[in-house]
């Protein structure tokens, strides 16, 4: 077994049971190449300090490149929980390689600071990929968009039909959603860019290293000012979660709505075979898997943002053991948010909606109801009381059994002998669209003027931060 | 590949990243031995019915206890992604075996029904195992009070020393957090013994089955009553989860008090070299690691009954898919807490309070002043007045910088004429805390009496229920 | 300004910020009937303990009586931020009344035993009121059931249409989760009721206080067994918290079919207009809001389960100051579990299914298909060959825009020669349902025996626990 | 009793307990202020599109005014639960005022977008309120970093003393958490400045109306570009919570340390009377109730934040009534993070550590075991040996009740032949303090350099945004 590096001062060896619960390899193992990366930039600013030879410095990198590679190919590795974590796993390796040279490159670092800089460094990663990953699922929503630009649906309140909506503009709502998400990571990202190494333990370290310099190693944009917070921070972890957790929300949004559009009594989206499942009991059943899984893993993600609220409540400074348990719910986290966006962004570009379904439920249920009273109000009827007509209307037509544009001209001019013959026209869904067209509104220009914007908006994030 | 249950109608193959998405073998793998459990009682139940014969029931449970073997011996099973979930691995392998037969098991039953009878066979076992572990804490409990009954400790409120208690009263309060953790894990156990098979998809099944017997067969004492919320129904996860996470704040108040206790401010407790860890660059340094562990590992039970009560908001009936999103928190939720437990029922009895230090320290602070208005309160004063003479008391000492005891005789009856030279004695340590001897109170009878009691108690849950 | 009670010691006011920041007078003047029969009783067993007289225990009797009377009278009480809490308001106007004998009264009582005990007899009051309500609702859906005996409706799975159940089967899948949270709460409820007066600060008091006579005045069963527990706990909370939060999941899943089955796309079910509410703008709209608001309540009785559990973590015994800080969450957890309640027993009673509209719904999209799988597999057709038939017999209807029982039958046959004329009587709605004839299922028979056993279980319960 | 706007076609008038439980006038009311200003803007609006005349805006804008006078005077405007919001509340008076043009006021507006564009003002002032706070706190750490630099104690990791810091170095820790708070505050205010007025219910509106106009007549910078989106999104309230709930992290990590250094135990700080509170049984007592408070109401944020999350999960667009319960916790978040952040800018200037203790403290406990192994290393002892070496001594001088400078020089050496004299002077508190001069250590010239940015940073934020 290999020795603890405290063991000098200890009299009795490790509890097994205490072992195998404080070890946290089978987790942070995911770390390995950012620990490497972590060490050969240490490694280099060490010997920039004078502390490490030019030699030793590239008896080292050689030697963390060997480590790197080996992990990689899989079975070369020992994996050994009694190696507690990445940190020490890497070194016992390099110990093995290059002897006390492995140790001396422990010098003026702490596992403190070490960890919180691969942690950095993984997250980056993955705050990156999920912008990249926002970035699709914004394309295919504009993409949906430009091809519903025909489609009328309903728009509804209360899940109760209320106005006709182009479906591309309901689309639109959602790429509103997922911009933010973009924006909100980007600045997420940005506030987690800044390195710890340095800080070691807690108060930082008696060797002159130049944190710049490591920092622009490892493609950091500033190091962090402060060495007790630098070890005992956590904020980028409760912003990511939070940010994720809000993204999740918008995916449960849209999930919902698919999952209702593919109810029998919606009946808006038929979705293709290769994104639903089938029962195994009921051959009939085409089920939206997909969006109910993702609709599913919200509550995960809203898991491990409380999970990580919680790990830190009332902690003092600067580290304690506590953070180890910052890196299942954060992967989990990264793991699942990518993942729901990935899958949507791959099933979003296969939905169609069904155009005569969504027009004809948008001709049902009196959503033209408030396009009357606007039609009572413009000729100059006082708002309130135009909506009093346009209920008494919606009454009358329900007694027989008509929609509005049902009911005769003679019969609307009973309730109201301001409404004239053009009332049918004003009625008609396409006219009704595109009468709310100011900025921001469903007509079919207001769409287009946002669809183009939203194009150029996406473009020009190219492959740069949003 | 193997073929989905349902692809006689479907005409385009799932998505390969949604076969993956959805897939939930790596998780639910874990339930094979329920699995394949349920399936022999409901065989037996179909033989009973008549649905199967006697030869065929018999080749199926053969088969059966095969697969069973081979996933136990590991490397002999195959786990394919593309097959799901656990039931679909189990039939398809069974079909390898009995062909046509392994389709026949599936009369009357869905994966509805099957999963929630799989999950809560696994989740009784794991209450059980919960309720022994924190027995294991409470005998700890008990033991630690029975070493600790002439240690005397300051008792804290706000963390400022209060009144002089003795250390076994102290951990005596934990072991009544701990019983009725036990209670509450045993009435959810009960609570959650009722079997779904039976219920089919949603509506119950076609065929005759006796499903009081496939219950007595699974060990259940119950069946559901309703099909329909047999299936739909998660509350055993929800309520096995907010038990847990009660139990988990109770393990985060002890670890709390071992992690102060253990430092150098307090030094009322040393750790044991074998429950103890060191840092790479502190040699001094005993780290109370498992406490804090623990105590971090709070944060992970909380996701979990987050992550299950969000997940099962707004579900309409009866199964989602949303719900194959219960596993993972659940699983990780009762490995946590079991983990948690275990390790704490192995750390309490190397525990050893420092009686020298706890009774110093309960010797300062002026933890006898509520006893000096006591005093006076017997001797007639008002119990406010009271308290104001032994505030001024107490400012009196400071001033000179000693304790109460530290005045003379003169100085105290400066301030009440009432005080006599018994009062030395009446503000002891031992007069202090013996005289708290209302039932529940810190006098040495009392806890005694209380050990007694709880002893009792535990020994009559003997392996039974709470 | 009123005298704070530790102002002997101190040579500085209070900040007059930090007062207004830590009085808890506007909060927890709620427990004003509690405080003051605690009180009572407190009094009671000191004159039983010879600490006050006959004649002082009647003068305070008197006087607290007064001071409740005055409270509750409304604007003849003075409540005073500076006050902090209603302990000591209640002990401030005592001491208007009968002057130094007030302060008496706090002899071998802390405010720290003394509001756990406020506390626990207000949770117990609640837990009650809860219990009474579920029942109510409960009861509501009883008669819904027998009011629904005869609506065949489509059952879900996915939001898909899977199979037809009863209404009454649909609504009886709701007694059962309510019937469960009943008993969590009886069970909170047992749990809670142990008094904690008499464990003063946290280490008992040192006068002869007979606490079982304490307990039988205030209606408690029990006294808590350790002083410091006592005082340190609030497992009632998280608990209660915890079974509120577990009866708003099964309001928020009911609301959510309330909403579905209101909208124009099911239809199932029309809001009487005394619970819906319209729109300032659409006048056609039936806003289902009262399920709406209380699925959004869900959140907040979440939330407030979140914030205890967080309160909670890692707080050392005994007393600490934070606990305050659970009132505020705990009575809004009531508060809103018990208006949700309320409201919905109110509702209920008033919902109609559309008859016609649901058997509508049931008969389309081959929810019979799982029938048809089962006629093959009774007569002797493998259960996934019986499946497989199945779900090309569901493509071949799609394809020729027609329902199951609409093909002929040639081409059923074409599709399997086993199929008879039979068939079609076979997969009528009536007889479907009544197929589904196993303990639990949806067959008239089988759910008029659950109704009956439910409606005998509630009016088992009377007036008593669950 | 007023009429409902949507009365017309009701023929039933609102159950009673319905109305009292879907009113929010009681939560809402507080809208007040934003609700006549959007009224205002809405107008101005109105009448540069035409709708409104001259006559009739002065009318309304005269009516608006006297409305809010009214409302702010308190005695004079009546509150009816039955008028449901603020919205029907200030219609309702304006009506009384100017009859039908009040109702004329709605035209193209609906209450979605109205409480929307309310919302938003609110916040966007809470955000603002809140940076202020932040930038008070900051202030005063940044005064007590200054008043401390000569104050050395132990910095700890696992609460083991681990190396000796400036307490001003530990100060600045705080400064940056609250620095990245005011950060993100700052960005979420940004993203929530966005207008709602104009999208009427979900769809946009059918009057010309110049949103852009009336955002900057609100002083908004954007218009919601997406009518769906504005009427659905509440974003703004997640990420303010989020951004609460971290920042209320800080703050119980501040607390915690503020209770612990306030016990006797540690003693690093005397609170000053002024914010402390005594016991009413235990005069000696000191209380930290502030810090215990603010600590214990992170779980109330953290509670609101996981109320907003929950109720919007899974919910379909546009407007759901759910979001009705977006208030309440999004004004006690709002209300609670302000309240602590106030208080502890007043409390922080009144803390003093005690220099002696913290001096005594920091010399006690081999914090000096680091810096050994340092001198070791540094005279060539590769790291891992010369840890080794370090933990040797510190068993020695434990052996011999001492600590590393009370062993002898030949005792040293006895362990390592590379210690020579000038041990003792490289092991002072303030060499060891000193020499950790990388960027953000805690040297004392780079703690006063940290001090010096982060003053001139706060001071170019000035009154403009961070």
């Known amino acids: 077994?290999?020795?603890?590096?405290?063991?000098?001062?200890?009299?009795?060896?490790?509890?097994?049971?205490?072992?195998?619960?404080?070890?946290?390899?089978?987790?942070?193992?995911?770390?390995?190449?950012?620990?490497?990366?972590?060490?050969?930039?240490?490694?280099?600013?060490?010997?920039?300090?004078?502390?490490?030879?030019?030699?030793?410095?590239?008896?080292?990198?050689?030697?963390?490149?060997?480590?790197?590679?080996?992990?990689?190919?899989?079975?070369?590795?020992?994996?050994?929980?009694?190696?507690?974590?990445?940190?020490?796993?890497?070194?016992?390796?390099?110990?093995?390689?290059?002897?006390?040279?492995?140790?001396?490159?422990?010098?003026?670092?702490?596992?403190?600071?070490?960890?919180?800089?691969?942690?950095?460094?993984?997250?980056?990663?993955?705050?990156?990929?999920?912008?990249?990953?926002?970035?699709?699922?914004?394309?295919?929503?504009?993409?949906?968009?430009?091809?519903?630009?025909?489609?009328?649906?309903?728009?509804?309140?209360?899940?109760?039909?209320?106005?006709?909506?182009?479906?591309?503009?309901?689309?639109?709502?959602?790429?509103?959603?997922?911009?933010?998400?973009?924006?909100?990571?980007?600045?997420?990202?940005?506030?987690?860019?800044?390195?710890?190494?340095?800080?070691?333990?807690?108060a930082g370290t008696t060797f002159a290293l130049d944190r710049e310099y490591t920092a622009r190693e490892l493609g950091f944009s500033r190091v962090c000012r402060n060495s007790m917070d630098a070890v005992a921070d956590r904020d980028f972890c409760l912003e990511f979660a939070s940010a994720a957790s809000i993204a999740m929300i918008h995916l449960s949004r849209l999930c919902e709505e698919i999952v209702l559009w593919s109810s029998q009594e919606f009946g808006f989206l038929t979705l293709p075979d290769a994104f639903a499942t089938g029962s195994s009991i009921m051959p009939q059943k085409k089920n939206p898997d997909v969006a109910e899984l993702v609709r599913g893993k919200t509550g995960r993600v809203l898991g491990a943002m409380t999970a990580l609220f919680t790990l830190l409540k009332s902690l003092p400074l600067a580290y304690n053991r506590d953070l180890q348990e910052d890196k299942e719910p954060m992967f989990d986290c990264a793991d699942t948010v990518k993942a729901c966006l990935a899958v949507m962004a791959r099933m979003l570009p296969h939905l169609a909606m069904d155009r005569e379904r969504c027009a004809d439920a948008a001709r049902k249920g009196f959503l033209d109801a408030t396009d009357l009273a606007d039609y009572l109000a413009a000729k100059g009827l006082p708002f309130r009381d135009a909506h009093h007509v346009a209920g008494r209307a919606v009454a009358l037509a329900q007694e027989k059994g008509v929609e509005l544009t049902g009911l005769s001209l003679a019969e609307l001019q009973g309730l109201s002998d301001l409404v004239e013959k053009d009332v049918f026209g004003f009625l008609s869904l396409e006219a009704m669209v595109n009468r709310r067209a100011t900025l921001g509104g469903t007509a079919t220009g207001r769409v287009k003027e946002a669809l183009a914007q939203a194009r150029a908006e996406l473009a020009a994030e190219g492959e740069g931060r949003a």
């Open 1 to 202: 077994m290999a020795k603890k590096p405290w063991e000098g001062r200890f009299s009795e060896p490790t509890d097994e049971m205490v072992e195998a619960f404080s070890s946290s390899i089978h987790v942070d193992r995911r770390l390995y190449a950012q620990d490497i990366a972590g060490s050969v930039a240490h490694a280099r600013t060490l010997n920039k300090a004078g502390v490490l030879s030019d030699e030793e410095l590239k008896s080292l990198e050689a030697a963390l490149s060997r480590v790197k590679k080996e992990i990689e190919e899989g079975n070369k590795f020992t994996w050994d929980p009694a190696l507690e974590d990445i940190h020490m796993h890497v070194e016992e390796r390099l110990r093995g390689m290059v002897g006390d040279l492995a140790g001396k490159l422990h010098t003026g670092r702490s596992r403190n600071d070490q960890v919180a800089t691969d942690f950095r460094l993984y997250l980056k990663q993955e705050a990156g990929e999920v912008i990249r990953l926002l970035r699709r699922v914004r394309g295919a929503l504009l993409d949906l968009a430009a091809a519903h630009m025909d489609c009328i649906m309903p728009g509804y309140t209360h899940l109760q039909r209320a106005q006709p909506v182009l479906a591309a503009h309901h689309f639109l709502a959602y790429y509103e959603m997922f911009f933010r998400d973009t924006r909100r990571f980007a600045q997420c990202l940005d506030r987690m860019d800044e390195m710890p190494l340095g800080s070691a333990a807690l």
